[in-house]
């Protein structure tokens, strides 16, 4: 059985940072029960199973709403993309701690919206370049926190670990993922699910459908039920990387969890027949899906399933808590169809850049943000579950507590848009080749771009 470090310790940076100024828009468990409280293990579902396992900054050096700029002393500025809805409202609740914890230094909200980091990675890319790096950056867990260390941009937190009694806090798998060469370079916030698939209960009700589909054939009867019913798009869809999300999870339901895994680790051929066959449902899939998704961030798609518009989409867990946020209570989530227990996970992380104006308000934050009472309120509010391994099920939303069990039987495997599978020059071939597709509908030719792709970057 193949061990969850060896996977990810390979992983070179490749990404390329764009001449982008930081305020200019970028051109485009096990459940033990005890005294009677619910605590689970991610420890055991990460060692399963071969591991198994219109730019807004609110942003960019601007403050918490109190008019200051620019970073000083007791500034830390904390570098995201979680700038509205229940990606604002998971960093709001961790705000809130660190103000209780950490009230001699203030919060900078370097926030730069666009789902995924799709303007924020650019920006901060730029800024790391240029020697400004904020006081502290996102970054997923995996091959693209790597990109980081191996770039000799952020710092070993290895001694901070010890000193706040992190090093038994996290599943070991996790950690692994954080570290390289025997030191630990990040404090991860969360474990996120990207393998969900979001319904408004309403539009299914109303074309007589009534269960979540169990796999693709009962998925694509389901979608030509809605069609026949007047739903011209059920499946609602954004651009590039949420298309990316949606092609991994037929490659989950059509190669199984552990194939997919090698697709990341060189085990598993990228120009076999069952990612042909994979690239085919995808395509299909994609005739019922709305024709402007190249437009599309997550959170308009989200909207079409909110107006009734779609019935289905699939995206990861933090649409549980925008829902929440937008006040939007008819809808359904289940795991997408035929990926059985498989469990896609990402970890949002924190970091400590090298040259951070503020290192001291830096490890303030990153204690804060690793601590019981930090996760608790960021991830209440995020859709996550937390990554420490000794929260309390019971003071989650619904949604979360689901979570918490489907991760202690589940098989995790990672994700390559949210980098626990690929690193960030990997995420970047996939993405264009994806949106070539997008277009064309070329199986072969985005096929052989895919295997050039892993060709080019797997091991890097
Ligand atoms: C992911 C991130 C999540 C969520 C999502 C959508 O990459 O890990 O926390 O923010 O993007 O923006």
Not at 7 to 25: I, K, L, S
Not at 36 to 59: D, I
Not at 163 to 174: I, M, Q, R, V
Request: net charge negative; with cysteine.
């Amino acid at each position: 059985m193949e061990t969850y470090p060896a996977r990810f310790n390979t992983f070179a940076h490749t990404h390329t940072p764009q001449p982008q100024a930081c305020d200019t828009p970028p051109s485009n468990v096990q459940h033990p029960v005890m005294e009677g409280r619910m605590r689970f293990s991610t420890r055991a579902a990460f060692a399963a199973a071969g591991v198994a396992l219109a730019l807004v900054a609110s942003g960019c050096g601007a403050d918490d709403g109190n008019g200051s700029s620019g970073t000083g002393s007791k500034q830390v500025e904390v570098f995201t993309w979680w700038a509205d809805g229940g990606e604002k409202a998971g960093l709001d609740g961790l705000v809130t701690q660190f103000k209780t914890d950490c009230s001699q230094y203030e919060f900078v909200n370097g926030a730069v919206a666009g789902g995924a980091g799709s303007n924020a990675k650019q920006v901060l890319a730029s800024r790391l370049q240029q020697n400004d790096p904020p006081d502290t950056f996102q970054a997923h867990a995996g091959a693209e926190l790597t990109d980081y260390i191996k770039a000799g941009q952020i710092e070993d937190l290895s001694a901070q670990y010890k000193e706040w009694g992190l090093d038994s806090a996290f599943p070991k798998g996790l950690v692994d993922s954080l570290t390289v060469n025997g030191k630990i370079y990040s404090v991860p916030a969360n474990i996120h699910r990207a393998n969900v698939l979001w319904a408004n209960k309403k539009v299914l009700t109303d074309a007589g459908i009534t269960a979540a589909p169990k796999d693709l054939a009962e998925f694509f009867t389901q979608l030509d039920t809605l069609k026949a019913k007047g739903v011209a798009a059920p499946l609602a869809l954004g651009k590039d990387w949420t298309q990316q999300m949606l092609f991994e999870a037929v490659l989950i339901s059509d190669l199984g969890a552990e194939k997919f895994t090698g697709l990341w680790n060189g085990k598993t051929d990228w120009a076999g027949a069952d990612v042909t066959k994979g690239i085919e449902d995808y395509k299909k899939l994609l005739s019922y899906s709305n024709k402007d998704r190249d437009t599309f961030d997550w959170t308009d798609a989200e909207k079409m399933v909110m107006d009734g518009k779609a019935a289905y989409q699939l995206m990861g867990d933090w649409e549980a808590a925008d829902l929440d946020a937008k006040g939007f209570k008819d809808y359904s989530y289940s795991v997408f169809p035929g990926n059985g227990n498989a469990y896609q996970w990402l970890a949002d992380s924190f970091v400590l850049p090298k040259g951070a104006k503020n290192p001291e308000g830096t490890k303030c934050w990153l204690k804060t943000l690793g601590s019981a009472a930090g996760q608790k309120a960021f991830n209440t509010k995020k859709g996550s579950i937390p990554a420490r391994t000794d929260a309390v099920a019971g003071d989650y939303p619904a949604y979360q507590q689901a979570a918490i069990a489907d991760w202690s039987k589940g098989v995790a495997v990672p994700s390559c848009p949210h980098g626990s599978a690929c690193s960030q020059g990997w995420q970047g071939a996939v993405a264009s080749a994806q949106g070539k597709f997008s277009s064309d509908g070329d199986v072969a030719a985005l096929q052989t771009a895919l295997v050039a792709a892993a060709k080019q970057y797997a091991g890097k």
